[in-house]
């Protein structure tokens, strides 16, 4: 069972990483998006990441400057990753996301290994579940009266 409340970054991975390599076309990324379900691809290069490449940036730093579909990711992709380790807490990720102004942060082994991305989207799904759960019986004794606990009979 799943704890109340999320503490360490692997707890709050969804999903395992999409990754691709850093020749990988633009077309090919965009792709592999769509078929995958998910709007960033972590680019690595023997096992660790170099970057990281979004829906946005093929938007706006690819398609929006005319680059043609067989440029590589490594052309757009962002590549001043921060990233922590699965067993750091997460309130150090909501400090990077702040501080940095970005959405993902690699997870990575004490070799610099990806082994998963945490994203503030999952960070606010855990947390957003935990306060549904959190507020679920206070919001039954409101909607339908608080039920005292039957006493002892006391002859």
Do not use: C, W
């Not at 757009?76 to 400090?95: C, G, N, Q, W, Y």
């Not at 959405?103 to 945490?118: H, K, S």
């Not at 959190?134 to 009979?153: D, S, W, Y």
Request: proline share 7%; net charge negative.
């Amino acid at each position: 069972a799943r704890r109340f409340v999320v503490v360490h970054l692997q707890e709050a991975i969804r999903r395992q990483p999409v990754v691709v390599s850093p020749d990988t076309t633009l077309a090919r990324a965009a792709k592999t998006m769509e078929e995958q379900g998910v709007g960033a691809l972590v680019v690595v290069e023997a096992g660790k990441p170099t970057g990281i490449v979004t829906d946005r940036d093929i938007t706006v730093r690819a398609t929006a400057r005319r680059y043609p579909p067989d440029a590589r990711v490594d052309s757009v992709m962002s590549t001043d990753l921060v990233a922590l380790s699965p067993d750091d807490e997460i309130d150090r990720a909501f400090a990077l996301f702040e501080e940095h102004a970005i959405r993902r942060i690699p997870l990575v082994d004490e070799d610099g290994r990806l082994v998963g991305l945490v994203s503030a989207d999952d960070l606010m799904m855990n947390v957003s579940g935990d306060l549904v759960r959190l507020v679920r019986p206070i919001t039954g004794q409101t909607l339908f009266g608080q039920h005292e606990p039957t006493l002892p009979v006391v002859p």
